[in-house]
Nanobody, 122 residues
Framework: QVQLVESGGGLVQAGGSLRLSCAAS????????MAWYRQAPGKQRELVAHISSGGSTKYADSVKGRFAISRDNVKNMVYLQMNSLKPEDTAVYYC????????????????WGQGTQVTVSS
């Protein structure tokens, strides 16, 4: 069993910053890609940021230049630094990870956290 737990969400004013954290635990041999998704009320879940096992990153156009994803492979953590927040960033943010739990797995299976609420006031 693998568990992902997000933390760091909250209420901030427009222009402010938040740092989200996600901790993976359980039967983990290795973690390939990790990512942050978000879902606003009435909208589909969208990919916000992605980081490969080697540290290569990709971002949604809407957050480029404002958000930064990083990871700590020793601690099995992934972070999302969010700066210059806008009301449009308000959503539940979810951590995702592709985790290898046995030596017979190649790419691993995807796991999701429960989400953390980010609310940006105008």
């Amino acid at each position: 069993q693998v568990q992902l737990v997000e933390s760091g969400g909250g209420l901030v004013q427009a222009g402010g910053s938040l740092r989200l954290s996600c901790a993976a635990s359980g039967s983990i041999l290795s973690i390939n890609s990790m990512a942050w998704y978000r879902q606003a009320p009435g909208k589909q879940r969208e990919l916000v940021a992605h980081i490969s096992s080697g540290g290569s990153t990709k971002y949604a156009d809407s957050v480029k230049g404002r958000f930064a994803i990083s990871r700590d492979n020793v601690k099995n953590m992934v972070y999302l630094q969010m700066n210059s927040l806008k009301p449009e960033d308000t959503a539940v943010y979810y951590c995702a990870a592709w985790v290898v739990t046995t030596i017979r797995e190649i790419n691993g299976n995807s796991y999701w956290g429960q989400g953390t609420q980010v609310t940006v006031s105008s």
